[in-house]
């Protein structure tokens, strides 16, 4: 395996820099001729850290018969913009942000990736603020879908998608509000995991809505998502809702098999307005699991209107100094549903909490049943860039707000998810992985499975840096 | 709790006075179709009876 070539695992480079079969140097220029070379076409990146990639790449090298350097040895990665990477502006998406000061420290988890021996390569495209799924950005321009370049990535961790899809890096970071993980890993036919709610730590991230904000790896294999969420977990003061948890690594059970776990089915809302390509996905998976059983999630379409109306208000109490000052840098899009969601009556906001609790205990005693729920991770493939609206369940609706019918219900009470891409053709479409809290070992060793089976896998698009962008 | 769409321009109006937020006639349209949406999201929610002692999800610890 040539490590340097563009669809090599964060494992397969790991061993080859430690073994010295190859350099983490080497593995770094790869990497960065390859954004050169496709992120004119894909606009997954909005800044490279040429540079520091290549100072931190030489110190790896540099640890060569002196101690190892780590499970993640010379893997390329980047982040989601909203990251703090010291110099940097964390811009989040946004114009306003860009007159922020540089970032004083890197966010935790870019310095326990760094620790376990990865290289950063730079920040990734995303929707303003986090309040997207689409991949759009009015100020940067939008993620393409290296499967269709007229496609959305999906977001609102687009770049983060684009780029681990159109392998440009083995593993990405992005953040999960509503499903800003599990989306673009849909549409972008990738593997995306969202822990549970405070497994792995926010600090010197920017936020978005404190009450249902997680953060998580993108990757092409599972081992790699594995490897990358076993290094970043681990407390940390500096985020108020991160667990006092000891780290539980997943990468040591994966292999361990879906033997005697039980496997669900999520029935009622979670087919509702499925296109046929969602439905296909998902029966395709329970086949291969032998998952039979339906489960209906109480009262899923109401905990979806909850996280709705708190995403909204919580945003909207986030942004609210800039909607008065600086309403005019906003995205429009962002802006006019942040303004909205200001003016949302608070007792409402209290209520929608309030269903939060007894909608969690309600779906905790679904899992005495079982231990896994599968679910469409997306109602359809990857929309046309600027599509604005699509037909579901016979209404017609807004894409940007609506992607996420699946995967809100699901974060809203914080359920650890690892989204896994279902190879259909044209394009590829996932479905996620539910397991109850601080268990994504056993998605991990689901979608391992399924990996390992030929079920699901992240299709390799063709690109070209001669591929013309769509106007 | 929903209010009726002829009736939400007065809302946003006073809402934006109160919340001292300037709205640029242009943008009042998708205001007010957000709006619409968030409070029948709200009222999906608040519709479902809960006991009196339901505790909010979000926990502080001192």
């Given at each position: 395996m040539d490590v340097s070539q563009p669809w090599a695992t964060?494992?397969?480079?790991?061993?080859?820099?430690?073994?010295?079969?190859?350099?983490?140097?080497?593995?770094?220029?790869?990497?960065?001729?390859?954004?050169?070379?496709?992120?004119?076409?894909?606009?997954?990146?909005?800044?490279?850290?040429?540079?520091?990639a290549r100072t931190r790449a030489g110190?790896?090298?540099?640890?060569?018969?002196?101690?190892?350097?780590?499970?993640?040895?010379?893997?390329p990665f980047a982040v989601k913009n909203l990251?703090?990477?010291?110099?940097?502006?964390?811009?989040?998406?946004?114009?306003?942000?860009?007159?922020?000061?540089?970032?004083?420290?890197?966010?935790?988890?870019?310095?326990?990736?760094?620790?376990?021996?990865?290289?950063?390569?730079?920040?990734?495209?995303?929707?303003?603020?986090?309040?997207?799924?689409?991949?759009?950005?009015?100020?940067?321009?939008?993620?393409r879908n290296p499967h269709d370049l007229a496609r959305m990535t999906g977001g609102s961790s687009g770049g983060s998608g684009g780029a681990v899809a159109g392998g440009l890096v083995p593993i990405a970071l992005g953040s999960d509000t509503n499903g800003s993980i599990r989306v673009p890993s849909s549409l972008c036919g990738i593997f995306g995991l969202k822990p549970t709610y405070g497994r792995l730590?926010?600090?010197?991230?920017?936020?978005?809505?404190?009450?249902?904000?997680?953060?998580?790896?993108?990757?092409?294999?599972?081992?790699?998502?594995?490897?990358?969420?076993d290094v970043m977990q681990g407390p940390d003061a500096d985020d108020p809702a991160c667990a006092q948890r000891a780290t539980e690594p997943a990468t040591p059970v994966l292999e361990r098999g879906i033997e005697g776990l039980r496997i669900a089915v999520a029935g009622g809302y979670f087919r509702q307005g499925a296109f046929p390509e969602a439905l296909k996905a998902i029966d395709l998976v329970a086949k291969a699991l032998g998952a039979v059983e339906e489960i209906e999630i109480p009262q899923a379409h109401r905990a979806r209107a909850a996280a709705y109306v708190i995403t909204a208000t919580e945003g909207a109490a986030l942004h609210l100094d800039r909607l008065r000052k600086q309403a005019r840098d906003f995205d429009p899009a962002v802006r006019d549903r942040l303004i909205a969601g200001a003016m949302v009556p608070s007792t409402l906001v209290v209520k929608a909490q309030k269903f939060r609790r007894w909608y969690r205990e309600r779906v905790l005693e679904l899992f005495t049943r079982c231990d896994v729920i599968l679910a469409p991770a997306t109602p359809c493939t990857a929309p046309k860039i600027g599509q604005q609206n699509f037909m579901l369940g016979g209404a017609e609706l807004p894409v940007r707000a609506n992607m996420?019918?699946?995967?809100?219900?699901?974060?809203?009470?914080?359920?650890?998810?690892?989204?896994?891409?279902?190879?259909?053709?044209?394009?590829?479409?996932?479905?996620?992985?539910?397991?109850?809290?601080?268990?994504?070992?056993?998605?991990?060793?689901v979608a391992y499975a399924l990996e390992q089976m030929g079920a699901v896998a992240a299709p390799r698009p063709s690109l070209k840096p001669s591929l013309k962008v769509p106007a | 709790m929903a209010i009726p769409p002829d009736q939400l321009d007065e809302?946003?109006?006073?809402?934006?006075?109160?919340?001292?937020?300037?709205?640029?006639?242009?943008?009042?349209?998708?205001?007010?179709?957000?709006?619409?949406?968030?409070?029948?999201?709200?009222?999906?929610?608040?519709?479902?009876?809960?006991?009196?002692?339901?505790?909010?999800?979000?926990?502080?610890?001192a």
């Open positions: 964060a494992a397969e480079i790991a061993a080859a820099v430690t073994s010295g079969r190859t350099s983490a140097l080497a593995v770094t220029e790869a990497a960065l001729a390859r954004i050169t070379e496709l992120n004119p076409t894909l606009n997954a990146f909005t800044a490279v850290t040429a540079q520091r110190a790896i090298d540099a640890l060569r018969g002196k101690r190892p350097p780590g499970p993640l040895a010379g893997v990251f703090d990477i010291a110099g940097l502006a964390t811009v989040a998406g946004s114009k306003i942000n860009r007159a922020h000061p540089p970032a004083p420290k890197d966010s935790p988890l870019i310095e326990r990736l760094e620790a376990a021996g990865a290289v950063l390569v730079g920040a990734l495209n995303m929707g303003e603020y986090a309040y997207d799924f689409t991949g759009e950005n009015i100020h940067d321009g939008p993620s730590t926010r600090a010197r991230s920017f936020p978005f809505v404190a009450s249902l904000d997680h953060l998580g790896p993108f990757a092409r294999s599972v081992r790699d998502l594995a490897l990358a969420y996420g019918l699946y995967t809100q219900p699901i974060s809203f009470i914080g359920l650890p998810v690892v989204a896994v891409p279902v190879p259909l053709q044209p394009l590829p479409i996932g479905v996620q992985i539910i397991t109850a809290p601080w268990r994504e070992d056993i998605a991990l060793r | 809302f946003i109006a006073a809402a934006a006075r109160a919340l001292e937020i300037p709205l640029d006639p242009e943008w009042k349209p998708a205001v007010k179709s957000n709006l619409d949406v968030t409070l029948k999201h709200a009222a999906v929610v608040a519709e479902f009876e809960m006991p009196d002692d339901a505790e909010p999800a979000p926990i502080f610890k």
